[in-house]
Nanobody, 120 residues
Framework: QVQLVESGGGLVQPGGSLRLSCAASGFTFSSYAMNWVRQAPGKGLEWVSGFNSGSSTGYADSVKGRFTISRDNAKNTLYLQMNSLKPEDTAVYYC??????????????WGQGTQVTVSS
C-alpha cells in the first residue's frame, strides 16, 4: 500500500532554515508527481510546491524564491528546502502524491504531516 512519511519539521527562528523529507513506498515513485501542501492553524489547506514526474516544478507565490522542492527517485524521497522562514510559514506540512504525472492533478494519497513552527 502507498505510504508517505514526512520528517524534518521542528521549531526554528525567523530567518532560519529547515529541510523536510518525505519517504515514499508502495508505488512507482518516479512515475508520479508529488506535492507539498500545508495547513496553518485555523486555516485551510494551501498548496506550497509541486514536482512533476519529469523535471518541472512549481511554487506558491508565498514561498517562491525561499523554498526549493527536489526529489531523489533512486531513494523514493521528496524534499522541501525552506530558507528565510517567516512566522507565517508556521503550519503542518503534508507530502501528497498526485494522481498522475503532473503536479496540478489532485492528490490521492497524503502523509501524516510534520509540524513546522517559526518563532523567536
Amino acid at each position: 500500500q502507498v505510504q508517505l512519511v514526512e520528517s524534518g519539521g521542528g521549531l526554528v527562528q525567523p530567518g532560519g532554515s529547515l529541510r523536510l523529507s518525505c519517504a515514499a513506498s508502495g508505488f512507482t515513485f518516479s512515475s508520479y508527481a508529488m506535492n507539498w501542501v500545508r495547513q496553518a492553524p485555523g486555516k485551510g489547506l494551501e498548496w506550497v510546491s509541486g514536482f512533476n514526474s519529469g523535471s518541472s516544478t512549481g511554487y506558491a507565490d508565498s514561498v517562491k524564491g525561499r523554498f526549493t522542492i527536489s526529489r531523489d527517485n533512486a531513494k523514493n524521497t521528496l524534499y522541501l528546502q525552506m530558507n528565510s522562514l517567516k512566522p507565517e510559514d508556521t503550519a503542518v506540512y503534508y507530502c501528497a502524491k498526485a494522481g498522475g504525472e503532473g503536479y496540478g492533478l489532485g492528490p490521492d494519497y497524503w502523509g501524516q504531516g510534520t509540524q513546522v513552527t517559526v518563532s523567536s
